[in-house]
């Protein structure tokens, strides 16, 4: 066995295994830190596909900021946890049920003859001067430039969404509509009152 199978073998056990604990862990704080150590082998198994670019993305994004941002909203909120876990087991035919089907489906496409060993063999040699960032930016902003412009558009209406259905108008609270204080007048505000002077 060569030594480059040998450290894929080495971080797809260990991914595998932490990925695993992220669903099976009971506190939502090592389920994070399982997830950053899932996302460090991942970016390892793409230094051995010469992807250095999206490698160091995924440790410096998702690890360096997303991670860090989940971590410090689940330490910060007083999370119940007996009220999460319930009603586990009554959905828990159902989530095993789509975990096998996706896992049937992935065996079926990943393990055929499309993603076999002789459909991918390994990558040549790079070339002296070759540029990994430069070669993946030539090819996403040319050739699959509508399908990036795409997912961006489907993040944006992902995040908007969310950010719909989880605002809640709450009672007792003022607020202040922009479009009156917009439409205010100085007539609607203002009176001037003209008196007699007084004298003693």
């Known amino acids: 066995m060569e030594f480059k199978t040998f450290v894929f073998y080495f ?34 198994i793409w230094l051995l596909l010469q992807a250095e670019f ?11 900021a997303v991670m860090v941002l989940f971590l410090f909203v689940v330490m910060m909120l007083d999370i119940n946890l007996d009220r999460i876990r319930e009603g586990f087991w009554s959905y828990l ?6 975990g096998v089907l996706m896992l049937i489906e992935m065996v079926m496409v990943l393990g055929g003859r499309y993603f076999g060993l002789d459909a991918m063999p390994a990558p ?10 430069r070669e993946l930016g030539r090819v996403l902003y040319t050739d699959y430039v509508y399908p990036f412009e795409l997912a961006s ?17 709450r009672r007792g609270v003022k607020y202040i509509d922009p479009a009156e204080q917009v439409a205010v007048r100085r007539e609607g505000r203002v009176e001037l009152v003209k008196m007699a002077a007084e004298k003693e």
Not at 30 to 39: I, K
Not at 93 to 98: Q, T
């Open 11 to 44: 971080l797809a056990v260990i991914m595998v295994v932490a990925a695993l604990r992220v669903i099976t862990v009971r506190n939502p704080v090592h389920a994070a830190l399982f997830l950053v150590l899932t996302f460090f082998n991942a970016g390892g």
């Open 54 to 64: 999206l490698a160091i993305t995924l440790v410096m994004v998702y690890v360096g």
């Open 153 to 169: 558009l489907v993040l944006l209406v992902a995040m908007v969404a969310a950010v719909a259905l989880t605002l809640r108008k």
């Open 93 to 98: 035919p159902v989530g095993a049920l789509v």
């Open 124 to 133: 040549p040699a790079a070339q002296a001067g070759f540029s990994n960032t």
